[in-house]
């Protein structure tokens, strides 16, 4: 116990840092929601490309969403190799524009999303291309909104993080933290600067610049990341193009995780891939979990004296970080008295993800194991 009550003052230490940060990775200053004066926009000039593999349950939603923003709006729905409904569901919807592309089977070496996309891209014929994960319901008038801020700021690949359900206790005590822990390893102020070492993007919704995705090489620059939204932002960058990232209230995910293994599944699917399958960085983040989490509530429960006081005083920093999330979501402050058992469950997420790699399980998603590099893909038996 002694260690434990040693660390406490690295626990605040930590704590405190990140707080005081300038470029704030714990604030949702980034931002971006619908006008509510664009929905007249002509949106010709953007097609909509969307990776559509088993999405029976939700695809009729997105697209009648997207019906909503303009009558003149492109859109091409490339079907990978469902084995539900999908095809059939958009195909019985009589949509002005819209394109139903039954998806040739994934080469080897790309992953079944990147490869779906690129059969989209080659069918698109407009300057802009708005990729848009087949679950994501955007209110009327994002589009023109996007586009807007696209051209207004002269910006290349610009992203929105789609608000995730955050109904059930599982989705409430992870998913917010979720959105928190990405800011704080891809901060947004700091991709948005152009930082040389911080390229985010959000896969679900990304407005880009069909010039600047040929320059890059199409999605065969990326075709075997698991990570694509990110690593998509950083082929951008590496061209020299500007990227932007925010938060939104006005993208919806519709996809539910009622359990926790549901969220289990998502996180482990990249955790150790946000890790570059490193053993060192798995060891650094395993220490700064420890340390940032458990230590204070370890020496605020289980000390006495200092220790307990360095405890007491960590936890109201820890949670005035968190608020800011909880606050833009309209979710009670309360929850955020939980961001040590979610840190310590994404922790525990991350080892999984990591002994699933050093395993050879990988990665499986959708049907499609991924193997440990990301460079082979193979179908499995879906359950």
Known sequence: MEWIQGLAPAGLLVWV??????????????????????????????????????????????????????????????????????????????????????????????????????????????????????????????????????????????????????????????????????????????????????SAAAGGCILLRARSLDAIGGFAALKNAIIDDCTLARCFRKHGYRTWIGLTHTAVSLRAYHDLAGIWHMVTRTAFTQLRFSLLLLGLCTVMMFVAFLVPVLNTVMSQGWPRWLGLATLPVMFATYAPVLRYYGIPIVWSLSLPVAGTLYLVMTWHSALNHMSGRGAVWKGRAYGKLSTTVTETTRR
């Open 17 to 198: 840092i990140i707080l005081l940060l300038p470029w704030r990775p714990w604030s949702t200053r980034e931002s971006l929601d619908a006008g509510k004066n664009h929905t007249d926009t002509d949106l010709s000039g953007i097609t909509v490309l969307i990776p559509a593999r088993n999405e029976a349950p939700v695809i009729a939603q997105t697209l009648q969403a997207l019906a909503r923003q303009c009558r003149d709006l492109p859109i091409i729905v490339v079907d990978d190799q469902s084995t539900d409904d999908t095809a059939r569901i958009v195909g019985n919807l009589s949509l002005p524009n819209l394109v139903l592309v039954h998806g040739e089977p994934t080469p080897p070496g790309w992953s079944g999303k990147l490869w779906a996309l690129e059969q989209a891209r080659t069918r698109a014929k407009t300057d802009l291309m708005l990729l848009l994960d087949a679950d994501i319901e955007l209110a009327p008038g994002l589009v023109a909104t996007l586009k807007k801020k696209l051209l207004e700021t002269n910006t290349h690949l610009l992203s929105l993080m789609a608000r995730l359900r955050m109904n059930s206790v599982w989705e409430l005590l992870l998913i917010p933290a979720f959105i928190y822990f990405f800011k704080l390893l891809y901060p947004f102020a700091l991709s948005n600067r152009g930082s040389r070492y911080v």
